[in-house]
T-cell receptor, first 115, second 114 residues
C-alpha cells in the first residue's frame, strides 16, 4: 500500500547532539514533501518543504532535509538540537491520488531533548 | 493575521449526542480538510473540500459529515458520536488543490466521547 513511513517513533537526545529523522514514502510520480512540527499542546507548523530544484532544503530553526529520489526518502536533520526542539515531527507527502491531491502523513516521531 | 480557527478546543460529550466542530479560515483558501490524529497513526484525512459545495471523502470518513456552504467555513459534524471517535481533530486549509501548496492548521479540537 502507498504510504509514508517514519521509522523512529521516539527519539531521546541530549542537547547539542545531532539529529536525523527518517522519512520514506512509496508513491511513484511527482510528489511534494513536507516536514511539520507539533510542539506540546499546539497545532502543526511547517518546518520546511520541497517542491523542486535543490534536493537539500533548509527550513526554520536550523533544520534541513534532503530529498533522495532514488531512495524515496526525505530525512530531516539538525546539527545540534536544543531543549526547545522537544516536539513531535511529521513527514508529509502531497501526491496525485485519484485527483484528491491528498496530503498524507507519517505516524510521527516524538523527539525528547534532555538538557 | 492569517489563521485557521477551530472551535471548541476541548469537548466532552456522550454517545449519540450530535455535535459540530467549526472551522474558519481567513486566507481565501479553496482547499480545506479535516484530519484526526491518533497515537501511532499520525494524521488521517476524514473529509476534504476543493471549493464551495465540493466535498469528498478522505481516508476515514465513516461517522462524519461536512459541508462547505461558504469558502471560509468547513464544519465537521458527528451525527451520532461513538467512543471510537475520541481523538484530536485538526482542520487545515490550502490555497488550492495544487500539490505544491502548504497546509495551514487550526489549533485542534480534543474530543472525548463517553
Amino acid at each position: 500500500a502507498q504510504s509514508v513511513s517514519q521509522h523512529n517513533h521516539h527519539v531521546i537526545l541530549s542537547e547539542a547532539a545531532s539529529l536525523e529523522l527518517g522519512c520514506n514514502y512509496s508513491y511513484g510520480g511527482t510528489v511534494n514533501l513536507f516536514w511539520y512540527v507539533q510542539y506540546p499542546g499546539q497545532h502543526l507548523q511547517l518546518l520546511l518543504k520541497y517542491f523542486s530544484g535543490d534536493p537539500l532544503v533548509k527550513g526554520i530553526k536550523g533544520f534541513e532535509a534532503e530529498f533522495i529520489k532514488s531512495k524515496f526518502s526525505f530525512n530531516l536533520r539538525k546539527p545540534s538540537v536544543q531543549w526547545s526542539d522537544t516536539a513531535e515531527y511529521f513527514c508529509a507527502v502531497s501526491h496525485m491520488d485519484t485527483g484528491r491531491r491528498a496530503l498524507t502523513f507519517g505516524s510521527g516521531t516524538r523527539l525528547q531533548v534532555q538538557p | 493575521e492569517a489563521q485557521v480557527t477551530q472551535n471548541p478546543r476541548y469537548l466532552i460529550t456522550v454517545t449519540g449526542k450530535k455535535l459540530t466542530v467549526t472551522c474558519s479560515q481567513n486566507m481565501n483558501h479553496e482547499y480545506m480538510s479535516w484530519y484526526r490524529q491518533d497515537p501511532g497513526l499520525g494524521l488521517r484525512q476524514i473529509y476534504y473540500s476543493m471549493n464551495v459545495e465540493v466535498t469528498d471523502k478522505g481516508d476515514v470518513p465513516e461517522g462524519y459529515k461536512v459541508s462547505r456552504k461558504e469558502k471560509r467555513n468547513f464544519p465537521l459534524i458527528l451525527e451520532s458520536p461513538s467512543p471510537n471517535q475520541t481523538s484530536l481533530y485538526f482542520c487545515a486549509s490550502r490555497k488550492n488543490r495544487e500539490m505544491n501548496t502548504e497546509a495551514f492548521f487550526g489549533q485542534g479540537t480534543r474530543l472525548t466521547v463517553v
